[in-house]
């Protein structure tokens, strides 16, 4: 019975056995899966056997962790090992997690003492980041330590709290396996290694690094070498990344033919010969990136040799998701070469906005310049904000001096200017230009302490560009060999648009005038009011001319409008109630109004009568009336009548700066009385009236009276009393006393007389008089010649004029 029962028992346990081995499969994952689940692994398929050797051989497992694939075939596990033959794992986008902002914790891993060691003899890793997908081994020669080889080679060692280990990497693998079409990878080239840790929380990475990128643009080649220590932390939690970079030795070199990508100017051979090729890139001892915030404290871009640029941005920070929006940083640069003394340029950015500094100093101007100068000095300051993406809203000033420049053949010395730029939020803009230069030359023409203020506003909206524009400038002088001109003065007012139309109000030697012009492409009219003024700041001009000559009063008015481009004028000028002196020659209330045009090189003025009340040269010449014109440049005068001597005079025509020319003067009714009274002291009384032409030869600056005529008109009569020549000739030859006696009393009937007046003032009269002696009823007819220098006789008559010595003494002392 026992041994029935015995075997009824084994019977049952062993169709137990088999049932439950050949249901193992759904046995094991209706076991096994719910606990896998609870860890948010998804056990998918599973196949195993038992071998002879009573080792465990699974065929295929399937597992599933947040969308990540694993499968594993051909495993075999035993007490001691499990050997994997391949391993597949894909690599897909995490879920979406309510958990997403659960904080990493440190590891607590619960590591058994005993278990058995893995061997995966391949892993497969695939993704679409991936260009092919990565193979790797596992090797697990101690428990807990593991060995990596393939396209990776590392090691790790698992603690409770901590995986550590190294591993190297190197460009060809990234080139296989990294998914980017950017050309620029092929061109790098590093190799490093690196020991790491993890501890639930942060990674830290620790090791050396080699590379190279060897770029060719067009015919530039680049070439960047970095070596050295990198050490890298990053923070699950914060999300901080953190790059340890103060042991990195960085170089960039540059080949020669890299300046050819300059483009081709006149200044490209000088800026090729500044840049250098060498540089040195420092880098600080940490570089961080949390939340998208990227921190950078120092980099530090030196060249090296004789070239140098030292570039220095600090304390820079910015958001990698919008860069240019929340950019924060300092820039320093100071440059120093053969060829510039020294550029230094400081600049603080922060967001949208830039504000700092800048200098630049040079012994003289580069080669390529058409101009040469020395002891050049540019700074300034500049405050800038939403530059980016809109127009600039802010200021730059830049202030310029140099102690000499040469340029167009202008000569300047002692320059200073100072220009700021202003623009505001509702795109107000403002330039305003200051300018001071102690001289310059021009050719002939030499200006002396120069001032000027320039100020332009417009609004740079939408719409046409109106330019508001204002300016002052004040010279000291300006001096040629023609002319000087000083203490210049000129207010300017104008708008520019698609043409400028400009005012200036100006004062030259105190005379004033007002311009107007309208500058454009086709045309360049303009006109000059000349208001009624005071003629004798006139005298600063005429003196350079005339040294003799001065205005003593009088007053001026004028209007001149034409075209600069078509080198045309038309003008209407008045002169009024004007005197003048010239030596001891006095011109009183001269009045005329002319108009003319000037076109071409041309200068052409209407005829146009001017009226002098009088003219006091020792003989007084008085109601003075004619024309005058100006005919191709050539100015004459022409039918000139005046009172003189109590009688009349007229002159034909006389051609003003003609060299060679006869003018025909002619005199009628001259009172005898005062043509010989003209020596009062003679005691020669001559009375009756005279007439005469006079033809009178200018030639080379030399005048001459040749034939001229002198005769009476109607009677007259010659009384000599109390005459020293004429008595001394009396008792020397008393022979001649009957017949020099007739001449004391004499009734003339008719005189006649030849008039030569030579260059140096010599006056000969060759005197025929006709007349009858009443007391010795006796007729005359008696023969002169007679010689006195005319212009010392007028020089000593006008001496004693009290009326021009007055009006002398008057201006000079105004002049004084």
């Not at 919008?322 to 053969?338: G, K, M, R, V």
């Not at 700092?356 to 580069?366: F, H, K």
């Amino acid at each position: 019975m026992f041994k029935r029962i015995g075997l009824i028992v084994g019977a049952v346990l062993l169709s137990t056995l088999l049932l439950g081995y050949l249901f193992r499969l759904p046995l094991l994952q209706w076991t096994i899966a719910p606990e896998l689940k609870k860890a948010g692994i998804t056990l998918s398929c599973l196949d195993f056997s038992i071998t002879p050797e009573l080792n465990i051989h699974a065929d295929k497992v399937c597992l599933n962790y947040q969308n990540q694939q694993l499968q594993l075939t051909g495993i075999t596990a035993n007490t001691k090992r499990v050997d994997i033959e391949n391993a597949v794992l894909t690599v897909n986008p995490l879920p979406k997690s309510d958990n997403a902002n659960q904080l990493a914790k440190n590891l607590d891993l619960a590591l058994p003492l005993n278990r058995p060691l893995i061997n995966i003899k391949q892993l497969v890793v695939k993704s679409d980041e991936l260009n092919k997908p990565l193979k790797i081994s596992i090797l697990e020669p101690e428990l807990n330590k593991f060995n990596v080889s393939g396209d990776i080679n590392a090691s790790a060692i698992l603690t409770a709290n901590k995986v550590s280990g190294q591993f190297e990497i190197n460009d060809t693998l990234l080139k296989h396996v990294i998914n980017t079409k950017n050309a620029l990878i092929a061109d790098a080239n590093f190799n490093t290694q690196q020991a790491f840790s993890f501890d639930g929380i942060e990674l830290e990475l620790n090791g050396d690094i080699s590379s190279q990128f060897a770029h060719t643009y067009k015919q530039c080649k680049v070439n960047v070498l970095t070596t050295g220590k990198l050490a890298t932390h990053f923070n699950l939690n914060s999300q901080a990344l953190i790059f340890n970079t103060d042991l990195l030795n960085n170089k960039i070199n540059l080949t020669p033919s890299c300046t050819n990508l300059i483009p081709p100017s006149e200044y490209a051979g000088f800026i090729s010969k500044q840049v250098p090729l060498n540089w040195q890139l420092k880098l600080p001892q940490s570089i961080s990136l949390e939340s998208s915030e990227l921190s950078v404290p120092v980099i530090n871009l030196v060249s090296v040799g004789d070239k140098q640029f030292d570039i220095l941005i600090t304390d820079t920070t910015l958001n990698i998701k919008s860069p240019f929006e929340d950019l924060q940083t300092t820039l320093s640069a100071q440059i120093n070469t053969p060829d510039i003394n020294n550029i230094n340029v400081n600049a603080q950015l922060s967001d949208a906005a830039i504000k700092g500094d800048y200098g630049v100093m040079l012994e003289g101007l580069p080669e390529f310049t058409p101009a040469t100068a020395n002891g050049l000095s540019l700074s300034g300051h500049f405050d800038i904000s939403e530059f980016i993406d809109s127009k600039p809203v802010g200021l730059i000033n830049a202030k310029l001096t140099l102690n000499s420049v040469d340029a167009f053949d202008i000569n300047a010395v002692q320059y200073q200017g100072d220009l700021t730029a202003k623009m505001d939020k509702q795109l107000n803009a403002e330039v305003a230009l200051t300018q001071q230069l102690k001289s310059a030359e021009y050719k002939e023409f030499k200006v002396t302490d120069i001032s000027n203020t320039l100020t332009a506003n417009a609004n740079l909206g939408v719409g046409e560009l109106f330019a508001d524009l204002t300016a002052k400038t004040n010279i000291k002088a300006v001096n040629s060999p023609d002319i000087k001109l000083n203490n210049i003065k000129v207010e300017s007012t104008g708008l520019q648009s698609r043409a400028l139309k400009a005012t200036h109000h100006a004062f030259i030697n105190d005379v004033e005038l007002v311009i107007n012009h309208h500058m454009s492409s086709q045309a360049h009219p303009f006109e000059v009011v000349i208001p009624e003024q005071s003629a004798l700041p006139l005298n600063a001009f005429i003196s350079q001319f005339e040294p003799l000559a001065q205005l003593t009063e009088g007053e001026f008015n004028g209007y001149i409008s034409g075209d600069v481009n078509l080198q045309r004028a038309s003008f209407n000028m008045g002169i009024s109630h004007t005197s003048a002196l010239y030596n001891d020659y006095l011109a009183s209330d001269l009045n005329s109004v002319f108009s003319g045009e000037y076109n071409s090189g041309k200068l052409n003025v209407k005829p146009t009568t001017f009226n002098l009340n009088e003219f006091r040269a020792g003989a007084v010449v008085k109601a003075i009336e004619g024309q005058w014109q100006v005919n191709n440049n050539t100015a004459l005068i022409n039918d000139v009548k005046g009172n003189v001597f109590g009688g009349e005079f007229s002159l034909d025509t006389y051609k003003i700066g003609k060299p060679n020319q006869v003018a025909n003067v002619k005199f009628e009714n001259i009172d005898a009385s005062k043509l010989v009274t003209l020596d009062d002291k003679s005691g020669i009384v001559l009375t009756g009236r005279l007439a005469g032409s006079l033809p009178v030869h200018f030639d080379s600056g030399k005048i001459e009276i040749i034939d001229g005529s002198l005769f009476s008109q109607g009677t007259g009569n010659l009384k000599i009393t109390n005459n020293a020549a004429f008595d001394s000739v009396m008792q020397q030859q008393q022979e001649l006393q009957p017949v020099l006696g007739l001449l004391t009393n004499l009734d003339i009937q008719k005189l006649n007389s030849s008039v030569a007046l030579k260059n140096d003032g010599w006056l000969k009269l060759g005197v025929n008089l006709q007349g009858y002696n009443k007391a010795e009823q006796q007729q005359v007819n008696f023969n002169y010649n007679h010689e006195e220098n005319v212009f010392t006789l007028l020089r000593a008559l006008r001496l004693s004029d009290e009326i021009t010595q007055k009006v002398e003494q008057q201006y000079s002392q105004k002049g004084n």
